[in-house]
């Protein structure tokens, strides 16, 4: 099974594999095998998961929308064009 460069793997990919090294069923050299990883990403990813569990759930809803009062320019343009819309 050949190995494949670190940076062509997902996430979720990531995920799997540090979960299944995490349940400790089976080595990290078989884990590493079984998803064609060296067992030191293995590893890397394991340590990962571990240290920053509460960051896997973060759901990744797109953009956050912007506060319109942060950007006064946009605020008195937008007053403007609801003045002339009035007339």
């Known amino acids: 099974m050949s190995i494949t ?3 062509k793997f ?3 990919f990531k995920v799997k594999v ?3 090294a995490v349940r ?3 080595t990290t050299n ?3 095998h079984k998803f064609g990883v060296h067992l030191t990403q ?5 340590k990962e ?3 920053q569990p509460a960051n896997v759930f973060v759901a990744k809803q797109g953009p956050k929308p912007s506060d319109p009062s942060a950007n006064p320019e946009l605020l008195y343009s937008r ?5 002339i819309n009035l007339y």
Do not use: D, F, T
């Open 5 to 7: 460069r670190p940076e």
């Open 10 to 12: 997902s996430g979720e």
């Open 18 to 20: 540090a979960l299944e």
């Open 24 to 26: 400790g069923i089976k």
């Open 30 to 32: 078989e884990v590493g």
């Open 42 to 46: 293995v590893g890397l990813w394991k």
């Open 49 to 51: 998961l571990q240290g």
């Open 79 to 83: 007053i403007g064009q609801l003045k």
